[in-house]
């Protein structure tokens, strides 16, 4: 891979239209985007994925759908049973990335292969303002890279600057746009007032290569942080999921070392690491998506929420490793275990939150500075 | 809806093509039956066939028929209908479908025959999946096509267990990322252990991995001397030989679960619990949290495995099994 690849901004091959926002300016703003692409409407988009037909050659994220949201934009992460959760907001702009990593667990989770972007933006503006006006001594940390890259879709739906514009002017909300891209010049030039994290995902050269699709080369996420940092902006960077490969600590002080000579140590808000874990059910589909990936190969069991995920030990070596690498660079950094027991917290950094409500806070504290 | 039509004729038996496979859909069923039926009431139902461009006729229903008539010598005369097109076309194999289901349904390995069939005929998958499937009694689920499609691609040992209903459907997307010999190595280990179709999906998931692990084939794996000598063991069952296999396979793919699960077992060992005392590490060491059951039918009995649980925690054997997680 070239050591400065970005992927190319993502063209659908079929545009559809769920007739309820076919009026709505943000449709219209992408529509014009594809002028010579032929649109199809349709009734209602959930009644398509039963009737949609994939091609032999169409396993995954070729087609984009422009819907409505129907359910509330903003949902409380669902957390894991007996792990500690940060207790951080998911904003559901979009369903669906062009990126194609092999872990990524959209490939189970979605009901549709289409990359989908809701279009009914003034109702998230809504609920997001009634939520936030509601609870005034509530703090929000909301993040739209969950079911979606944060950046990937933003050439086309150009919604990035708009949000945060929006939390620059809230009190008691921030909001994180997560990615593997690198589309973020619209947000540069913004008024952001340091209420907007921009977060890289990250993971060791080689896992990049074999596992992240059409991701953007680390050098170019680091570039981007880089550009981030110099327009202002708080950063947070994701290792997650941390891979169990062969030389993988080699691979991942590599990273750690490049942040801390990319960027500085405090405009870092917060510094994540999971190791790869997955629904059991899922093993199936990802396996046969990604038949080359040796990932999968990894020691992974079934825990209590039926997750596969490595054996606790491997998990505890790796989160050490990182913590103790990252710390030789940065005191202060604040890292966090996602969804992990307080006891693999303890046995990886030597210290755990009491509880998810203690761990909220202190990302809070990352931010509220 | 069949534009073509046909007519009911007298056909010389040497004028039939029985080599043209255009309309021909593999089936694995026996013909005893059949050669019965006919060489004791003679054709009851006569074949249909379609003229091609040779002067000839190639069969569109009743391959089978027609063979049973060359086996039983019956090669002067019969009457067919006869279609009166020259061109192959997906209309007339549809009708040899219907024909077909006026009389039976159709198993799973002839079905992947007929859809590799009609997509010979240049049908999209679209078209098959909208058209031809509900027909066939398959709905319209592209999975069902992406099952079914590959099935013709495999060996007859394969489509023999198909049939028999000895393996389970959902074990061939996996089946079919296989190379010829790693495949025919598969299903030579189901039957030799005579594996039920669970223990399938977990073997042959452990093989897949543990070959990859191992930058081995499976079928080098499967020749591996530990592999061969277990399945060759005369005295062992053949549970007893998937038992074994299992854990040699476990080894190689859960190294270090499995060497702290060993661990385990030998503290465990080493502190001589007594029967009706049973300790139980969580599942697969995830959590903290150990289980602990004692059975006992009087107080002196509950007594004396507390003494014993005191020893064991006094002698550091418990302390060694929490210190393994
Ligand atoms: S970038 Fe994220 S959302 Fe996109 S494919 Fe990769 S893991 Fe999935």
């Known amino acids: 891979m070239n050591k400065n690849f970005i992927p190319d901004i993502f063209q659908p091959r079929r545009i559809f239209v769920e007739s309820g926002v076919s009026d709505l300016a943000m449709t219209r703003r992408i529509l014009q985007k594809f002028p010579h692409q032929t649109i199809e409407y349709i009734d209602d988009a959930n009644q398509f994925p039963a009737t949609f037909q994939l091609g032999s050659d169409e396993k995954w994220n070729h087609d984009l759908l422009l819907a409505k949201q129907r359910g509330p934009f903003l949902r409380l992460c669902p957390g894991t049973q007996k792990h500690l959760c940060c207790l951080y907001h998911n904003l559901d702009v979009a369903a669906g990335c062009d990126l194609g990593c092999s872990y990524c667990i959209l490939q189970g989770y979605l009901h549709n292969p289409l990359i989908t972007i809701y279009c009914n933006i003034g109702d998230m503006f809504t609920e997001l303002d009634n939520k936030l006006s509601q609870h005034p001594n509530s703090f929000y940390r909301i993040g739209t890279g969950e079911l979606t890259d944060s950046l990937t879709l933003e050439p086309i739906s150009e919604l990035g600057p708009e949000l945060v514009t929006f939390i620059s002017k809230r009190h008691n909300a921030i909001i994180e746009l997560k990615s593997k891209n690198v589309h973020l010049q619209p947000l540069l030039s913004l008024r952001h007032k340091r209420r907007t994290v921009l977060a890289w995902s990250l993971n060791a050269e080689t896992v990049t290569q074999s596992d992240e699709g059409k991701a953007a080369s680390i050098e170019a996420r680091l570039a981007a942080a880089r550009e981030a940092q110099n327009a202002g902006y708080k950063l947070a960077f994701h290792f997650d999921p941390m891979i169990d490969h062969e030389n993988w600590q080699i691979g991942y002080r590599d990273i750690v070392e490049r942040i801390f000579s990319t960027i500085q140590a405090d405009n870092i808000a917060w510094i994540s690491l999971g190791a790869l874990r997955y629904p059991s059910a899922f093993d199936e589909i990802m396996r046969a998506n990604h038949p080359r990936s040796r990932i999968f190969l990894g020691e992974l069991l079934p825990g209590v929420d039926k997750k596969l995920r490595y054996f606790r030990p491997i998990r505890v070596e790796l989160f050490r490793a990182m913590y103790s690498w990252i710390r030789s660079y940065s005191s202060t950094v604040f890292v966090y275990l996602c969804m992990e027991s307080r006891d693999v917290w303890q046995k990886a950094f030597g210290w755990a939150p009491r509880n998810s409500a203690e761990l909220k806070s202190l990302l809070d504290d990352c931010v509220l500075q | ?325």
């Open chain 2, 1 to 325: 809806m069949i534009k073509t039509q046909f007519a009911f004729v007298p056909v010389k038996f040497d004028e039939i093509d029985d080599a043209d496979h255009t309309y021909y859909i593999p089936s694995c069923r026996n013909i005893k039956p059949l050669l019965t039926s006919i060489e004791q009431i003679g054709l009851l139902n006569p074949p249909i066939l379609q003229p091609n461009n040779s002067g000839q006729f190639r069969i569109v229903c009743g391959f089978r028929r027609v063979r049973v008539l060359r086996e039983l010598g019956m090669t002067t005369k019969l009457s067919a209908f006869v279609f009166d097109s020259v061109e192959p076309a997906s209309e007339i194999l549809l009708h040899a479908l219907l024909d077909n289901l006026t009389h039976r349904d159709f198993n799973p390995v002839e079905l992947s025959y007929i859809l590799q069939r009609l997509q010979e005929f240049g049908l999209t998958r679209e078209k098959i999946l909208a058209d031809f499937l509900p027909i066939l009694g398959f709905g319209r689920n592209p999975k069902v096509f992406e099952l079914y499609e590959g099935i013709a691609h495999l060996s007859h040992d394969w489509q023999k267990a198909i049939i028999d209903d000895r393996v389970p459907l959902d074990l061939l997307h996996t089946i079919q990322t296989l190379d010829d010999l790693d495949s025919a190595v598969m299903i030579k280990v189901f039957d030799t252990l005579r594996l039920g179709k669970n223990r399938q999906r977990e073997f042959l998931q452990l093989l897949v991995d543990v070959a990859q692990i191992q930058h081995l084939t499976i079928a080098q794996l499967t020749a591996e001397q530990w592999f061969t000598q277990i399945l060759t063991e005369p005295s062992w069952t053949f549970s007893q030989k998937t038992e074994h296999l299992k854990e040699l396979l476990w080894e190689k793919r859960y190294p270090r679960y499995i060497t702290v699960k060993n661990q385990y077992e030998e503290v465990l060992k080493a502190s001589q619990m007594p029967p009706g005392l049973d300790l139980h590490h969580p599942p697969y060491f995830e959590t903290n949290e150990f289980s602990l059951n004692i059975r006992f039918s009087s107080l002196s009995e509950l007594l004396q495995k507390l003494d014993h649980l005191e020893m064991m925690i006094k002698n550091g054997y418990i302390q060694k099994m929490i210190d393994l997680v």
